[in-house]
């Protein structure tokens, strides 16, 4: 989380390189109320201790802070003293992030006149959104067609080399730079906090973002892939001229309150200062093509009449690796599996632990150090536990199903080879069915208008939510497809 320097940061002092003076500000617990107010020693006395990743204490006092960034737009004045700092950004308006050399003479000579290169990042701040993103990101992109999260504004942009944006990562763009030199990107969030929240009855509250750069040097072979810094902060989204408004808004509130009251908030500061955070997990590209015993093919065969190919699949969307932790794992191994499973913010408190020394923590050590909801999940993450789902169900697509009956007819095999796929579900719901049925397709959710079963004498029933609860554990059902005559999408049909 990002702790709030005491005092403002003006363009002067960002300039002159002062910032450097602020290491202790940025990673230290309790900042705001002097100094030795906690004691780590304190903390970890507590039955219970969680603490996110920047409230940690630093591996060493003497640790180098190389680069700093300066987000020039004002945090909010309704944040509690011991929250993170929250900064209001205005959709599609240009903001600045002064990327600063943090280093002390004579430090990090091996970046002295060379570049390096700094990813930045808008993701989601809350949790249960993390789990999910890709899902998120791509119902995004199926809503907004051709638009990207987060832009470079390069005409703006000072000092930058080499701006990139991958198509298939709307949320990520990436520079090169030199830390030596004055250097100014300007970034534009494109999307809204609201498009990501639930409709259920009008002014939902949106859910904050991060805004996270990430910085690496060249290795020996003048590849960037080492690691050098990291930083984020929180952020929330409103449509043009709503995060001004937003932002008088807590001002005005923080005025009617009483003195007592206002001592609890942290001051409105003119910047936000990115603090320093853990590297973002390394992703995994995953391959789009279909399972097999589906259409080898990369599109999408729908059986109308000549089962012709229509429509080619999404981009390759990224996605997060899991994996189980092995005893034979290293401190740094222990330490990407922690990152990778969305631990990040307890990899410095197990910073010298390996893969044996982590599977040896019992459920109560691991709560007493994380909290119950994030000690009982890391437990079952290491133990590797699988969690049985709620319904299973088998479907086997009907125009492969046809074409094996009449291969092994033709070779005068009477026993047919079918191939079924197994759907998992959680929510038993018609959403989750769907969502399942397209990733078995390759195709997005959008394309399925509608599910149905066939019943007595080949009745077309709705397939509900209480329909699916009602279902048989491990059914199984072909799949067959209908071309909705109204719309560009399909009909399923469980037979």
């Not at 702790?3 to 002159?16: H, M």
């Not at 906690?38 to 003497?62: G, H, R, T, W």
């Not at 009251?261 to 003119?270: D, I, L, R, V």
């Not at 026993?415 to 997005?444: G, R």
Request: one cysteine or more; charged letters at 25%.
């Amino acid at each position: 989380m990002a702790w709030a320097l005491k005092l403002p940061l003006t363009d002067e002092v960002i300039e002159s390189g002062l910032v450097q003076d602020f290491d202790a500000s940025l990673s230290g617990i309790g900042q705001e109320l002097g100094a030795g107010a906690y004691s780590m020693s304190d903390v970890l006395a507590l039955p219970i201790f969680k603490q996110e990743e920047s409230n940690l204490p630093p591996d060493s006092e003497n640790k180098i802070l190389p680069v700093q960034y300066v987000l020039c737009a004002a945090t909010s004045p309704a944040v509690k003293l011991h929250d993170e700092t929250l900064t209001y950004l205005n959709q599609g308006q240009s903001y600045e992030i002064r990327m600063l050399d943090n280093r002390k003479i004579g430090e990090l000579p091996e970046i002295t006149d060379k570049m390096v290169k700094s990813i930045i990042r808008v993701v989601f701040h809350d949790r249960r959104l993390q789990y999910t993103e890709h899902q998120q990101l791509e119902g995004w992109r199926w809503n907004r067609p051709g638009d990207r999260i987060l832009d470079l504004d390069i005409p703006m942009s000072v000092g930058i080399i080499d701006p990139r944006a991958n198509p298939t990562q709307l949320n990520t763009v990436e520079f090169l730079w030199d830390p030596s030199k004055r250097t100014s990107v300007f970034i534009q969030v494109h999307c809204i906090s609201t498009e990501f929240t639930m409709r259920k009855h009008g002014g939902e509250k949106g859910v904050p973002f991060r805004v996270q750069i990430d910085t690496f040097k060249e290795n020996e072979s003048g590849e960037y892939t080492e690691h050098l810094h990291s930083a984020s902060c929180q952020i929330k989204v409103f449509k043009p001229k709503g995060a001004d408004r937003k932002q008088k808004t807590d001002r005005e509130k923080m005025e009617k309150k009483a003195p007592q009251e206002k001592e609890k908030y942290q001051p409105s500061y003119e910047t936000t200062i990115l603090t320093e955070c853990s590297p973002w997990p390394e992703m995994t590209y995953v391959d789009n093509s279909p399972s097999p015993g589906f259409n080898s093919s990369h599109s999408f065969t729908i059986s109308e009449g000549n089962g012709s190919p229509i429509h080619q699949p999404e981009p390759v969307v990224v996605v997060p690796v899991a994996d189980n932790l092995l005893p034979t794992a290293t401190p740094q191994e222990a330490q990407q599996w922690l990152l990778r499973n969305r631990f990040s913010p307890y990899s410095r408190l197990f910073t010298n632990f390996s893969g044996a020394d982590m599977l040896k923590l019992t459920r109560e050590d691991v709560i007493q150090i994380c909290g119950p909801a994030d000690g009982i999940r890391l437990f079952n993450a290491l133990k590797g536990r699988i969690v049985r789902p709620r319904l299973t169900i088998y479907v086997c697509q009907e125009s492969q199903q046809t074409q094996e009956q009449q291969s092994k007819q033709e070779n005068g095999d009477a026993t047919a080879f079918f191939v079924y796929h197994a759907i998992y579900l959680e929510e038993l719901t018609a959403v989750e069915l769907t969502e399942k049925i397209a990733l078995l397709f390759n195709i997005s959710p959008r394309q399925i208008n509608q599910i149905f079963k066939q019943g007595p004498t080949g009745i077309h029933v709705l397939v509900s939510d209480e329909m699916i609860q009602n279902f048989q554990d491990e059914v199984c059902f072909i799949l067959d497809t209908m071309k909705d005559e109204i719309s560009d999408g399909y009909h399923i049909i469980l037979k």
